[in-house]
């Protein structure tokens, strides 16, 4: 009971302190060792906590909300503590000093859907043009107020599994650009903003997010 009082009070303090900047991503591993046992309390919620197929709240952002068509897959409060690690390590690598991503993820509707999405005309990771229909599992619209989340295979899908980080980073190339792009062709030449460094964000963040069992 003493080590879950522990969790509980380290998670509400990041939730209330959303710009606290932890000097590296370490800290944060080793602030959330113990958020397996806070996992295992809210696992065991009913589907009607959160509806499928209607928006439902990310908790700690103004005007952030989720839809899914898997009640299980995922929690608004999971969602909202990968946030938060999302804009920590973000902030460190990369600042925000006009608060313009801060902005963005407290304005965004993200959809988490059990099936994969066939779009035509978008890029490849290297930046190679892709007219056809092609199958993809994430994607970044509504000038950086939308992101669609292919849940993925398996009985226990993850976000750290996902795109949600690469989703986004488009995000906050499209805050940092005010809307007119977020870097559809990732490393490729036609657009300005992705660069290695993002793409080692990604899995920098995807790390720390497995670690805390998300």
Known sequence: MTNFLK????????????????ASSTEIGNLWQETAIFHKQITNKVCATVPANQLNKVPGYDNTFQTTDDCDYFYP???????????????????????????????????????QRRISRIFSMDGKYRPDPTVINGLTGRNGKYIFVWIGKGSHPKLSKTSFVHELVHVAIYASNYG????????GDVYKGWTHMHSKLIGDVNEILKSMDL
């Open 7 to 22: 969790g509980f009070i380290r998670i509400a303090l990041l939730l209330s302190i959303p710009l606290a900047i932890p």
């Open 77 to 115: 409060s999971h969602t909202s503590l990968a946030l938060h690690v999302f804009y920590i390590e973000w902030v460190n690598k990369f600042r925000d000093d006009d608060l313009l991503l801060r902005k963005a993820l407290n304005d965004l509707e993200i959809e988490y859907g059990t099936y």
């Open 180 to 187: 007119e792009h977020g870097d559809p062709d990732h490393l």
